[in-house]
Each structure stands twice: as structure tokens, then as C-alpha cells.
């Protein structure tokens, strides 16, 4: 069983900066992908950033690209997204999840990606 447990969210003005932090428990070794997902009222759920752990590869949202960073910290089992120049269109709840596999575009319209494992979300207002 894994469990995931985000923190770091709140309130900023627009072109501010916020760190979330999420941190894994329990049998995490073969989730082997990470990622953070959002939602926003009335939209649905997108994948915003994911990381690979077995290539070491991440990729990202077209819209948070060079301005969000996804990284881990596999000694703590933190997973983290730093959220640099953050507009009023980042404001969502951010959830972070992990899987057994990537898929190779998430980013794809239309694709449903739906990971075992949630966190129970952590909110980010931008204004």
C-alpha cells in the first residue's frame, strides 16, 4: 500500500514562486513513475509534470515549460514541483500520484491517465 501526502500549497501573486512537496509511504520502490496533476474548477483533471525514475527522464505541461521543475529527493521519498512565475491559470488543486509505469505522452489531448496511487491534493491560488 502507498500512501501520499502533499503539502506546500497557498496563495500568491502572480510571478511569485511555490514549492509543493509530497511525501510517500509504504511500498513505493516499484512505482516507478511520479507525477503531480491538477484541477481546476469546472475543468477536468490534467497531468501537469511527470518523472520517469527508472530513465531518469521528466517532461512537462506545454503550458508550465520553463517555469515548473519536478524533482525527488528518493532518500526522503519526496517528490517535489517547483512552481517559478506562476500565473492566475496555474490556480488548481495539485495532487500528486505515482504508478507502476510512464506513459509515453500524457500530454496527448484526449488521453486518460489515471495512476494507482493519489495524494489527497493540496491547493494553489494565484492572483
Known amino acids: 500500500h502507498v500512501q501520499l501526502v502533499e503539502s506546500g500549497g497557498g496563495s500568491v501573486q502572480a510571478g511569485g514562486s511555490l514549492k509543493l512537496s509530497c511525501t510517500a509511504s509504504?511500498?513505493?520502490?516499484?512505482?516507478?513513475?511520479l507525477a503531480w496533476f491538477r484541477q481546476a474548477p469546472g475543468k477536468e483533471r490534467e497531468v501537469v509534470a511527470h518523472?520517469?525514475?527508472?530513465?531518469?527522464?521528466?517532461d512537462y505541461r506545454d503550458s508550465v515549460k520553463a517555469r515548473f521543475v519536478i524533482s525527488e529527493d528518493s532518500a526522503k521519498n519526496t517528490l517535489f514541483l517547483q512552481m517559478n512565475n506562476l500565473k492566475p491559470e496555474d490556480t488548481a488543486m495539485y495532487y500528486c500520484?505515482?504508478?507502476?509505469?510512464?506513459?509515453?505522452?500524457?500530454?496527448?489531448?484526449?488521453?486518460?491517465?489515471?495512476?494507482?496511487?493519489w495524494g489527497q491534493g493540496t491547493q494553489v491560488t494565484v492572483s
Open positions: 518523472l520517469d525514475r527508472v530513465g531518469r527522464m521528466s
Open positions: 500520484a505515482a504508478n507502476s509505469w510512464c506513459p509515453n505522452n500524457p500530454y496527448v489531448v484526449g488521453y486518460r491517465w489515471n495512476p494507482t496511487h
Open positions: 509504504g511500498n513505493i520502490g516499484r512505482m516507478y513513475c
